[in-house]
C-alpha cells in the first residue's frame, strides 16, 4: 500500500509540472500569437483548465511536506501537549472540510456533465469540476496519514515535530 501511495504521490509531483509548464506556454504563445494579430482564443480557456487541476495537486504536494503557510504567534508558545490539541483540532476541521467538498465537487461534476467548457465542443465542464472531489481526496488522504502519525509518535514525535517547525 505504501508503495502504491509513493507511486501516486510521484505521478501528481509530475502531473504538477506538467500543466504548470504547459499553463504557461500556453499563455505566453496566446500572447505573442495575438501581438501578430493571429490569436489562438482557446489557449486561455485550456490554461483555465489546466490551473484548477494544477492548483490541487500542488496544494497537496505542499500539504504533505508541510509547506504550507502557517501562523504561529500564539502556538509556539505553549506547552508541547497543547500544540499537539491544537493540531488535532485543526486535522479534524480540514477533514470535515475536505469531506464536504468531496461530496460538493462530485454532484457539482454531475450536475456540470451536459455543460461544454468555455463552449468548446466536446470538452465537457466536469473535467473542470472534477479537480475539487479528486483533489480534496488527495488532500484527504494526506491529511488522515497525518493524524495517523501524530497518533503513533506519542511523546516523540511532538518533541520532534516542534523541533522542525521552530516552536
Not at 76 to 101: D, G, N, Q, S
Request: glycine share 6%; charged share 15%; with cysteine.
Amino acid at each position: 500500500m505504501k508503495k502504491a501511495y509513493e507511486f501516486i504521490c510521484r505521478i501528481e509531483g509530475v502531473i504538477a509540472q506538467v500543466t504548470l509548464f504547459v499553463m504557461v506556454v500556453l499563455v505566453c504563445v496566446a500572447g505573442f500569437m495575438r501581438t501578430l494579430g493571429h490569436p489562438i482564443n482557446w489557449a486561455v480557456d485550456m490554461a483555465t483548465f489546466l490551473f484548477a487541476w494544477c492548483c490541487f495537486f500542488s496544494a497537496d504536494i505542499a500539504w504533505r511536506n508541510d509547506k504550507l503557510i502557517i501562523v504561529d504567534a500564539f502556538i509556539k508558545w505553549l506547552p508541547e501537549k497543547a500544540k499537539w490539541y491544537i493540531r488535532m483540532i485543526h486535522y479534524f476541521i480540514i477533514v470535515i472540510f475536505l469531506a464536504y467538498l468531496i461530496v460538493f465537487g462530485s454532484w457539482l461534476s454531475y450536475t456540470t456533465r451536459a455543460r461544454t467548457f468555455q463552449g468548446i465542443p466536446g470538452f465537457s465542464y466536469t473535467w473542470v469540476t472534477l479537480s475539487l472531489p479528486v483533489g480534496a481526496i488527495l488532500l484527504l488522504i494526506t491529511t488522515v496519514l497525518k493524524i495517523r502519525r501524530e497518533l503513533a509518535g506519542g511523546a516523540n514525535a511532538l518533541r520532534q515535530r516542534s523541533e522542525e517547525a521552530g516552536y
